[in-house]
């Protein structure tokens, strides 16, 4: 099992910056990649970005975030980032951090992110 912690949601108002972090707890040597996903209201849940947890091979959802999102990670604390910057309105939604790993999936419960304009 994966417990996963999704942190750094909040309020912030359009051109401003947001750095949401997942936290992995538990039987994390069986990661493999971990990635972003984000749910508006009364839409489907969308891919953000990913990451390979060996190779460092990043994702991403090409279009509107494309130059402004910056996905990493730390390994040692088995932690990932997720740098959002010139955030717009249409940026707001519960963001999910996905873990795979090699016997299950894992999903944390979500953080909100709110961009005002």
């Known amino acids: 099992q994966v417990q996963v912690v999704e942190s750094g949601g909040g309020l912030v108002q359009a051109g401003g910056s947001l750095r949401l972090s997942c936290a992995a707890s538990?039987?994390?040597?069986?990661?493999?990649?971990m990635g972003w996903f984000r749910q508006a209201p009364e839409k489907e849940r969308e891919f953000v970005a990913s990451?390979?947890?060996?190779?460092?091979?990043?994702?991403y959802y090409t279009g509107s975030l494309k130059g402004r999102f910056t996905i990493s990670r730390d390994n040692a604390n088995n932690t990932m980032y997720l740098q959002m910057n010139s955030l717009k309105p249409e940026d707001t939604a519960v963001y999910y951090c996905?873990?795979?790993?090699?016997?299950?999936?894992?999903w944390g419960q979500g953080t909100q992110v709110t961009v005002s304009s």
């Open positions: 996905k873990v795979d790993g090699r016997d299950s999936n894992y």
């Open positions: 538990g039987r994390t040597v069986s990661i493999y990649r």
């Open positions: 990451i390979d947890w060996n190779s460092r091979k990043t994702s």
